[in-house]
């Protein structure tokens, strides 16, 4: 009986040996499914500021944070051009604009506003050259309010922007190669 068992276990761990490495997508914690046998790379051009407004150097912040963030959350190597994944775009909308207004109780004062949105649109274009039916072209939107009473736009600006891009790009993120 033990060597039917002993038999049984060895059979058991061939197959599941066997059957991990007959699975070639590989699954991660952030929730990709890359088939990193086929897709080893990725690119990102240099994204433009058509928006009319923001810091001078967004563009650059945002170019290479998305870069950071695939090379820390997938297994890719960053290529100049022609990845096998490619990112492509432009920062189309950078708006600042009240949600709130603060009335004052003085005629001589005019109203303010009591709350701002920072919104910023980054048009993408992704290019998945290994399963084509993937590529996408489509804007991703995100906002951050600040309250202009305590602070001004210069104050904050560039940590909004940061905080929006974050959110942006965990966006492009789950839409590309997380599959959620």
């Known amino acids: 009986m033990t060597s039917i068992k ?3 276990d060895i059979t058991f761990c061939i197959f599941a040996l066997w059957l991990m490495q007959a699975c070639s997508v590989s699954y991660s914690f952030t929730g990709t499914n890359i088939n990193y046998d086929i897709i080893k790379t990725f690119s990102v051009d ?3 500021n058509d928006s009319g407004g923001g810091p001078a150097n967004m563009e650059q912040l945002f170019t290479e944070s998305l870069k ?3 090379q820390r959350n997938t297994q890719l190597e960053l290529v100049r051009n022609n990845g096998d994944l490619q990112f492509s775009g432009a920062i189309n909308r950078y708006t600042i ?3 709130a207004t603060v009335t004052t109780t ?3 004062l005019p109203d303010r506003a009591g709350q701002m949105r920072l919104s910023i649109t980054v048009e993408v274009e992704y290019v998945n050259t290994v399963k084509e039916d993937e ?3 489509r804007n991703f939107t995100f906002f951050k309010d600040y309250d202009p009473r305590n602070t001004s736009i210069l104050q904050v600006e ?3 922007i940061e905080e929006i891009f974050e959110s942006i790009i965990q966006d492009i993120f789950a839409a590309t190669v997380a599959n959620w």
């Open 135 to 137: 590529n996408i072209k």
């Open 6 to 8: 002993r038999s049984f």
């Open 97 to 99: 604009t009240p949600q």
């Open 46 to 48: 240099n994204f433009f």
């Open 158 to 160: 560039s940590v909004l």
């Open 68 to 70: 950071d963030f695939y």
């Open 106 to 108: 003085d005629p001589n």
